[in-house]
């Protein structure tokens, strides 16, 4: 049995990474780093980056992240994926035989909409987790824009950009928030009354902020976030929406 622990580390920034965060790294035995590819290598560099402010003596392995089959039917292919990502780990710290605890790198916090979770109760045996909460894209969203999270007595529902697309805005919150969401899925939303706050790269020195009535946002927000996709490679952004 191993000790993992999934330490978030908010959105990029090594300001985000709590005190409590940086004790465990310096007390980690191994870190994993997944690389995704020659295009994201910098999300690989962001983690080194962050193990050196952390003054981290950890020895670092990275690894491949396998390859969603786009093929299959979306809850199969995420089942499939995280089951591969799990066996991968499993060799990994098998082949590595740290004499201690074993960290992975979380973005945001790894409670919500992360799957690291998830595939930690994968492994065979089961590891002895510990969670260290990170600054969430919320938090740094809602920050960055000098806004509350929430209006006066109102429900927030935090959904996903498929979820969006599929399903409408979601129930009678009067505040939406979107997460994991590739497509700009608020171009299926009637924009009459409802106001955008959107934000890539946050707490990042390459952070972009767009905010207003969706209508006029709206479009600005899918030009602004094809650019910065095309010049990083990647992008993780998020957005708040609030109806009038």
Not at 133 to 158: E, W, Y
Request: charged share 20%; net charge negative.
């Amino acid at each position: 049995m191993i000790d993992l622990w999934l330490i978030g580390i908010g959105t990029g920034n090594p300001d985000h990474v709590t005190l409590e965060a940086r004790a465990a790294l310096r007390d980690a035995a191994l870190v994993l780093v997944p690389r995704k590819g020659p295009d994201k290598a910098d999300l690989a560099d962001l983690r080194h980056s962050i193990l050196r402010a952390c003054d981290s003596p950890a020895r670092v392995v990275e690894f491949d992240m396998p390859v969603r089959d786009e093929s299959l039917p979306y809850a199969t292919r995420v089942t499939r994926w995280h089951d591969e990502i799990a066996a991968i780990w499993a060799d990994t710290i098998a082949a590595a035989q740290p004499e201690g605890a074993v960290a992975l790198l979380v973005w945001g916090d790894p409670g919500l909409y992360d799957s690291t979770l998830r595939i930690a109760a994968r492994l065979d045996p089961a590891p002895r987790l510990r969670v260290l909460p990170g600054i969430t894209a919320l938090q740094a969203l809602t920050a960055a824009h000098a806004i509350p999270f929430n209006s006066v007595n109102g429900a927030v529902t935090v959904t996903t950009g498929r979820r969006l697309t599929d399903h409408g805005w979601p129930g009678e919150a009067d505040t939406a928030v979107v997460m994991l969401d590739g497509n700009c899925a608020f171009r299926h939303l009637d924009p009459s009354g409802i106001h955008i706050w959107w934000g890539a790269y946050l707490g990042m020195p390459e952070q972009v902020l767009e905010a207003g009535p969706l209508a006029e946002a709206g479009p600005r927000i899918i030009d602004k976030r094809a650019v910065a996709r095309t010049r990083h490679g990647w992008i993780m952004d998020t957005y708040l929406m609030r109806r009038a």
